[in-house]
T-cell receptor, first 114, second 111 residues
Framework: GEEVAQTPKHLVRGEGQKAKLYCAPI?????VFWYQQVLKNEFKFLIS????????ETGMPKERFSAKCLPNSPCSLEIQATKLEDSAVYFC????????????FGEGSRLTVL | GENVEQHPSTLSVQEGDSAVIKCTYS??????FPWYKQELGKGPQLIID?????GEKKDQRIAVTLNKTAKHFSLHITETQPEDSAVYFC??????????FGAGTTVTVRA
């Protein structure tokens, strides 16, 4: 597609429940990035992929967060045992070339943990 | 890692006036500086970018300047319009495949 498609737009989970978010990058883009936006503004890098391979996962809280980009499937970001502080908007972005910084963002998935 | 600071955090301008947002970065290896506009409930949208081999770039009412020596770059919006109201983010990357964002500037254009 011509846009980064993220689903769901909104997700509500009770503390301790699992949350899973999906992202379909722009067709032909081989790099996918996940960012977490908290407090309305601050962006935190989570993880990036080059095709189905993890490229950089330095931002991931590894004990509860995991992500995948499998061939012919949307990429996914999964949070096991959600905590209140996981409440945020999660943005997926794709890029034709990872080194240029030209990211195309989706509209985000808002996760609310109660 | 890279640290990007952005000022001001809020900016209110009269329609038709100019708006200027400034950012500083810490990593002298940074070589790509995009600016994103985020409207309420939307994802960030790239509006202009500049690379380290260029000092200034302009696209209609929007311009960006870069001072590599001082490690700062600025966004200039001229002849502001109500539709320019949004949150603007600067970012920087040294080509390590991830962007470091500033904290954002909420711009309000008063009619």
């Amino acid at each position: 597609g011509e846009e980064v498609a993220q689903t769901p737009k909104h997700l509500v989970r009770g503390e301790g429940q699992k949350a899973k978010l999906y992202c379909a990058p722009i067709k032909g883009h081989s790099y996918v990035f996940w960012y977490q936006q908290v407090l309305k503004n601050e962006f935190k890098f989570l993880i990036s992929f080059q095709n189905e391979n993890v490229f950089d996962e330095t931002g991931m809280p590894k004990e509860r967060f995991s992500a995948k980009c499998l061939p012919n499937s949307p990429c996914s970001l999964e949070i096991q045992a959600t905590k209140l502080e996981d409440s945020a908007v999660y943005f997926c972005a794709s890029s034709p070339r990872g080194d240029t910084g030209e990211l195309f963002f989706g509209e985000g998935s808002r996760l609310t943990v109660l | 890692g890279e640290n990007v600071e952005q000022h001001p955090s809020t900016l209110s301008v009269q329609e038709g006036d100019s708006a200027v947002i400034k950012c500083t970065y810490s990593d002298s290896a940074s070589n790509y500086f995009p600016w994103y506009k985020q409207e309420l409930g939307k994802g960030p949208q790239l509006i202009i970018d500049i690379r380290s081999n260029v000092g200034e770039k302009k696209d209609q009412r929007i311009a960006v300047t870069l001072n590599k020596t001082a490690k700062h770059f600025s966004l200039h919006i001229t002849e502001t319009q109500p539709e320019d109201s949004a949150v603007y983010f600067c970012a920087a990357t040294s080509g390590d495949y991830k962007l470091s964002f500033g904290a954002g500037t909420t711009v309000t254009v008063r009619a």
